[in-house]
């Protein structure tokens, strides 16, 4: 495993280097290391992040010297001890999906109001509006990681006959809740901004709340479901 330096306080850890791996397969070595690591509680450690490929460990280096890390070569100090850290098994086959991976149910309404790009996609893709919306809720889907605008789920487990690619031009704003495709995934933008998704619902859930701990309703790993629900329902849960 490469392990470079990610700044003057971080290091990242490349993880899976075969891009053409089973994207569960990969999402677990990914998550071993990242477990792994939250468990040795390494010197000076103040946050672990996870992604496709890679985890980003930051440090505070200060900490990591007080506690016996060389000044001169933090970077390979802690390289040792990031591989003393992590489990023998983790190139191991098989690596199938965490157990413990929770299964969310995320409502969402089609309604043409909130499927801004609906028709678009069923039309790119050669089917019709309705066909769209119960084989993107039929799926099982698993979050890859979180980013993007805080708490936004990149998920994994589009149906091949949905993949539709991004806007050639994004929109300025897209509404907080929306659910969208682009490419070979399909996410959730938690707040308003910006993005070059296809939209083709939205879901009333808060999937993002600074007050709370964690505040993303979401983390890697997580395995989604997608119900969907009447415009009725969907006002009563917002009010």
């Known amino acids: ?44 450690a103040i946050e672990l992040t996870s992604a496709y490929s890679t985890v980003a460990f930051f440090y505070d280096p200060v900490r990591a010297v007080d506690q016996g890390g060389p000044a001169s ?18 190139n191991k086959p098989p690596l199938r999906a965490l157990k413990t991976s929770e299964l969310v149910e995320i409502p969402v309404c089609y309604d043409h109001e909130f499927a801004l790009d ?16 119960d084989v993107h809720s039929g799926a099982e889907y698993r979050v890859q990681c979180v980013g993007f605008t805080p708490g ?6 589009l149906p091949e006959i949905l993949a539709t690619p991004r806007k050639n031009i994004p929109r300025r704003e897209i509404p907080a809740g929306s659910v969208a495709i682009g490419g070979s995934q399909t996410g959730i933008y938690p707040i308003k901004s910006p993005g070059g998704w296809h939209v083709i619902g939205r879901t009333p859930l808060l999937l993002f709340n600074p007050e709370k701990n964690p505040p993303a309703r979401l983390s890697a790993g997580d395995r989604v479901r997608f119900r969907p629900i009447s415009r009725d329902e969907f006002e009563r849960s917002t009010s």
């Open 118 to 133: 609906l028709d678009e996609v069923a039309k790119r893709v050669g089917i019709g509006a309705r066909e769209v919306v």
């Open 152 to 157: 936004f789920p990149y998920l994994a487990g």
């Open 73 to 90: 070569d933090l970077l390979a100090w802690f390289a040792q001890r990031i591989r003393d850290a992590l489990p023998s098994s983790l």
């Open 1 to 44: 495993m490469e392990i470079l330096p990610l700044g003057d306080s971080a290091l990242l850890l490349r993880v899976v280097e075969n891009f053409d791996e089973d994207p569960d397969v990969a999402l677990n070595k990914v998550l071993a290391v990242k477990h792994a690591l939250d468990a040795a509680e390494l010197p000076g």
